[in-house]
């Protein structure tokens, strides 16, 4: 299921600059653009999952 960051962020009790460090450490993301909205950051809540379990300095090695 995609999430937005700022989902993602209500979701975990995180910060907004937390989940883009996570993204700029390897956590995968895309792009949604959507008719009269601004495009936005969406992301596989199971990505997010695997991320916290492997841990951000494992998870950019693999």
Do not use: H, N, S
């Not at 895309?30 to 999952?49: A, F, L, N, S």
């Amino acid at each position: 299921m995609l999430k937005t960051v700022a989902e993602i962020c209500k979701i975990y009790g995180v910060t907004d600059p937390c989940v883009r460090i996570w993204i700029k450490k390897g956590l995968p993301y895309k792009i949604e653009k959507v008719v009269g909205i601004k495009p936005r950051m969406v992301i596989q809540i199971e990505d997010v999952e695997k991320f916290m379990e492997f841990g951000i300095k494992t998870y950019e090695k693999v």
